[in-house]
T-cell receptor, first 111, second 113 residues
Framework: KQEVTQIPAALSVPEGENLVLNCSFT??????LQWFRQDPGKGLTSLLLIQSSQREQTSGRLNASLDKSSGRSTLYIAASQPGDSATYLC??????????FGKGTRLHILP | DTAVSQTPKYLVTQMGNDKSIKCEQN?????MYWYKQDSKKFLKIMFS???????INETVPNRFSPKSPDKAHLNLHINSLELGDSAVYFC????????????FGQGTRLTVV
């Protein structure tokens, strides 16, 4: 059974800093892994999708890496801004098309 | 056009009632899901359908019954609503193992009073 852990659970950093959010998963037989952002009271916005054959994906100030064999993914946010404040969710997709979420990292960027 | 749309966005109802939440996707995806986000904000998978066939059925009370009239729709019907059913319910779709990127609806906030 896939279990997803995200560390830290919450993070507050001053604006402008670079930061790393960590995700680990127990079943490495995944098809892909997606990072989502959720704003309070809102839906989920897909940020990055990494296929199992890839090691990283980049979009703007975001970079996500995947080490499937060790069951780890990281989301790197460069030059953080107050608008980045949200909850970030890691979600690997298993080979039975099941998408399992971590509990998220609540990020707060201090102006 | 919204890729995955859910209706209603908000639903307030009394205990014991029966209610439905509708979901439609216009992405041509084969797989659709229902997730429940509880008060602790944890997203848990409830059901998954692939081409109208139930694939995943997590430990969910049988008061919850998904119905997929076609592969673009996955509705969630809930009988005899209980206070503990209050949550935000998200519908999602993906092309499954072919591409895998999942798209989520905006959520339905269900409040049982």
């Amino acid at each position: 059974k896939q279990e997803v852990t995200q560390i830290p659970a919450a993070l507050s950093v001053p604006e402008g800093e670079n930061l790393v959010l960590n995700c680990s998963f127990t079943d490495s037989a995944i098809y892909n892994l997606q990072w989502f952002r959720q704003d309070p009271g809102k839906g989920l916005t897909s940020l990055l999708l990494i296929q199992s054959s890839q090691r990283e994906q980049t979009s703007g100030r975001l970079n996500a890496s995947l080490d499937k064999s060790s069951g780890r993914s990281t989301l790197y946010i460069a030059a953080s801004q107050p608008g980045d404040s949200a909850t970030y969710l890691c979600a690997p997709m298993n080979r039975d098309d099941k998408i399992i979420f971590g509990k998220g990292t609540r990020l707060h960027i201090l102006p | 056009d919204t890729a995955v749309s859910q209706t209603p966005k908000y639903l307030v109802t009394q205990m014991g009632n029966d209610k439905s939440i509708k979901c439609e996707q216009n992405l041509g995806h084969d797989t659709m899901y229902w997730y429940k986000q509880d008060s602790k904000k944890f997203l848990k998978i409830m059901f998954s359908y692939n081409n109208k066939e139930l694939i995943i059925n997590e430990t969910v009370p049988n008061r919850f019954s998904p119905k997929s009239p076609d592969k673009a729709h996955l509705n969630l019907h809930i009988n005899s609503l209980e206070l503990g059913d209050s949550a935000v319910y998200f519908c999602a779709s993906s092309q499954g193992s072919t591409v895998g990127k999942a798209f989520f609806g905006q959520g339905t906030r269900l409040t049982v009073v």
